[in-house]
């Protein structure tokens, strides 16, 4: 269930806009289900931890075509993965120990202004600290990365590298590596969305058990 209603231009979204649009929603959403926030404020459990671009046209829920309360979500520019980066490493402790969600999904997608930030030697400001991030993932796949002449294909590629590198970092953390060992159901996996299909692609990396990641990261758990 989802309430329809008929979405202003961008350009004429206003301050005022936003409160009105809400009450909107609300009245066409209790018109639909009359319940329905009465079941949204009773909990949450959602299955799905989703990390993904602060971008504006990649919302978890519409392109999933899921509704409040299915996805947990933590978005930050470029969907990045560190293993310093307390805010996001806080949501996964949480997402994954208190409301025990069975995926993890890194989400990327093709035109990202922070991945093609990165792949540029120009400044942008703050911003260029955490885009160093992803150029190490360049770095990383460098050999490859050399090889695509086409400067869109190269693009597209880091893309999905990012997402790829961010779900192993994802799968390499204590917090999922301890739940794996006490047996909770959770997989990791990295997809890319396409703003011009609207289409989520999977990536094929995915792990469900410690025996999916590289040695190099597996931690020994005191069961």
């Known amino acids: 269930m989802c309430a329809k209603l008929e979405k202003p231009q961008t350009e004429q979204i206003t301050y005022e806009g936003l409160l009105q649009g809400n009450k909107d929603w609300v009245a066409a959403t209790l018109q639909e289900d009359p319940e329905f926030f009465d ?20 919302p978890a829920n519409q392109i999933t075509n899921t509704m409040p309360g299915d996805i947990f979500v933590h978005r930050n520019i470029a969907n990045v993965v560190t293993h310093t980066d307390m805010n996001l490493l806080s949501v996964l402790d949480y997402s994954v120990n208190v409301l025990k969600v069975k995926h993890i999904i890194v989400c990327g997608h093709y035109g990202c202004g922070g991945v093609n930030a990165a792949l540029g030697d120009k400044q942008v400001g703050l911003i260029d600290n955490w885009l160093r991030n992803i150029k190490d993932v360049y ?85």
């Open 139 to 223: 770095r990383t796949h460098e050999r490859e990365l050399a090889t695509i002449k086409d400067t869109q294909r190269k693009f597209d590629r880091l893309v999905e590298l990012n997402a790829i590198e961010g779900a192993a970092n994802v799968m390499s953390t204590s917090i999922v590596q301890n739940a794996w060992a006490s047996g909770q159901e959770l997989s990791v996996n990295a997809w890319v969305y396409s703003l011009k299909t609207g289409l989520i692609t999977d990536l094929k990396v995915s792990a469900s058990n410690a025996d999916d990641i590289s040695p190099v990261f597996k931690m020994h758990v005191d069961k």
């Open 39 to 58: 079941r949204l404020s009773a909990g949450q459990k959602p299955p799905v931890l989703w990390i993904g671009c602060s971008d504006s046209r990649v």
